[in-house]
């Protein structure tokens, strides 16, 4: 009666498949199923890395642009800069065509072009620098009273200074 179906004892329609034949066939369509996930994951995974890579580099450029502002920072502090933050900002626009091995010749150069952006240092003769006020007149009074006023930036302080050197003229 196996005969008679047309084939070796399977299901009738099946054109007499073994069922290894089958088996292979199954095979091939799951690996060919797996190489097409695989393939669609290593695409999302390619993107991804893409991605990554990008934020890597903005990182590694906003690392590297607060790097430079820092050292910008601590060279016009060093330098004694009244205002630390209109310091760096005109340094930073001077230095727009300049590399940053000229910092210092900047800063330099702002100095003798900008002196009140910058505490004036005493000489080694013991005088006042050039936009600073004089108080040598005045003694050690005077000299107490300026560092006050400067040091803690009351207005009284400013006023009794002011009052002070006045009296002193």
Same mark, same amino acid.
């Given at each position: 009666?196996?005969?008679?179906?047309?084939?070796?004892?399977?299901?009738?329609?099946?054109?007499?498949?073994?069922?290894?034949?089958?088996?292979?066939?199954?095979?091939?369509?799951?690996?060919?199923?797996?190489?097409?996930?695989?393939?669609?994951?290593?695409? %999302?995974? %390619?993107?991804?890395?893409?991605?990554?890579?990008?934020?890597?580099?903005?990182?590694?450029?906003?690392?590297?642009?607060?790097?430079?502002?820092?050292?910008?920072?601590?060279?016009?502090?060093?330098?004694?800069?009244?205002?630390?933050?209109?310091?760096?900002?005109?340094?930073?626009?001077?230095?727009?065509?300049?590399?940053?091995?000229?910092?210092?010749?900047?800063?330099?150069?702002?100095?003798?072009?900008?002196?009140?952006?910058?505490?004036?240092?005493?000489?080694?003769?013991?005088?006042?620098?050039?936009?600073?006020?004089?108080?040598?007149?005045?003694?050690?009074?005077?000299?107490?009273?300026?560092?006050?006023?400067?040091?803690?930036?009351?207005?009284?302080?400013?006023?009794?200074?002011?009052?002070?050197?006045?009296?002193?003229?």
């Amino acid at each position: 009666m196996a005969d008679e179906m047309g084939g070796t004892g399977g299901e009738p329609g099946e054109g007499g498949a073994t069922a290894a034949e089958k088996q292979i066939v199954t095979d091939e369509i799951n690996w060919r199923a797996r190489a097409l996930e695989a393939e669609g994951k290593l695409a %999302e995974l %390619e993107r991804s890395l893409t991605d990554v890579r990008a934020t890597l580099e903005q990182t590694r450029e906003a690392l590297a642009a607060n790097e430079r502002r820092r050292g910008v920072e601590l060279a016009v502090s060093a330098a004694g800069a009244i205002d630390v933050e209109i310091a760096v900002m005109m340094v930073e626009a001077a230095m727009k065509d300049r590399g940053p091995e000229e910092l210092d010749a900047v800063i330099d150069e702002m100095q003798r072009s900008k002196p009140f952006l910058f505490e004036q240092r005493r000489s080694a003769t013991g005088g006042a620098g050039v936009m600073s006020p004089e108080t040598s007149r005045g003694g050690e009074a005077l000299s107490a009273l300026a560092d006050e006023a400067r040091a803690s930036g009351d207005r009284r302080a400013l006023l009794r200074y002011l009052q002070a050197r006045r009296g002193n003229q």
